[in-house]
């Protein structure tokens, strides 16, 4: 059974506070690797993409990939009260058929 | 606008119906989705289609059917076999290719009645 693992949280952040999310997965042949913000009663809006080990910067978000380690992790820098929401990661099952397998989600916190 | 459409965005389902779901999309996106998520819990794949007139079961198909008889439209139907209905679901459609992600409509949420 191929496996996206997160804790579910809640993780709680001051405002202006980094916040980690981290997610770890089963697949070693996954290639592709995403997250979704999930906010409450809403449906999932992809917020990256990444593909090759590194960091990916995207304004206030930095992705960072260790497919050695099969390890993704969501960094969400100046961290706002409207950044509060699940965090979704996702990753690619390597079996094909473009299905992704979704982790449980983090739940962040914001607060003032 | 591209996009995905769900409707309606809340159904009712009386014991013994079917009820069916609506998802319609004008990205030109070859393969499609439905998943079912619970409260406090991930997504988890009900079907998938990756072309027009074919599908395959997810991981919780019992209880649903689905029908994919043109690109645009992947209409799921909860039958009276599915006994635990209520949940929010999902669906997403994507281009074809392992890097691609998926896009969301904004669900429908199922109770019973």
């Known amino acids: 059974q191929k496996e996206v693992e997160q804790n579910s949280g809640p993780l709680s952040v001051p405002e202006g506070a980094i916040a980690s999310l981290n997610c770890t997965y089963s697949?070693?042949?996954?290639?592709?690797f995403f997250w979704y913000r999930q906010y409450s009663g809403k449906s999932p809006e992809l917020i990256m993409s990444i593909y090759s080990n590194g960091d990916k910067e995207d304004g206030r978000f930095t992705a960072q990939l260790n497919k050695a380690s099969q390890y993704v992790s969501l960094l969400i820098r100046d961290s706002q009260p409207s950044d509060s929401a699940t965090y979704l990661c996702a990753v690619n099952d390597s079996g094909g058929y473009n299905k992704l397998i979704f982790g449980a989600g983090t739940r962040l916190a914001v607060h003032p | 606008d591209g996009g995905i459409t769900q409707s309606p965005k809340y159904l009712f389902r009386k014991e013994g119906q079917n009820v069916t779901l609506s998802c319609e999309q004008n990205l030109n996106h070859d393969a499609m989705y439905w998943y079912r998520q619970d409260p406090g819990q991930g997504l988890r794949l009900i079907y998938y289609s990756q072309i027009v007139n074919d599908f395959q079961k997810g991981d919780i198909a019992e209880g649903y059917s689905v029908s994919r008889e043109k690109k645009e439209s992947f209409p799921l139907t909860v039958t009276s076999a599915q006994k635990n209905p209520t949940a929010f679901y999902l669906c997403?459609?994507?281009?074809?290719?392992?890097?691609?992600?998926?896009?969301f409509g904004d669900g429908t949420r199922l109770s019973i009645l």
């Open positions: 697949d070693r042949g996954s290639q592709s």
């Open positions: 997403a459609s994507s281009k074809t290719g392992s890097n691609q992600p998926q896009h």
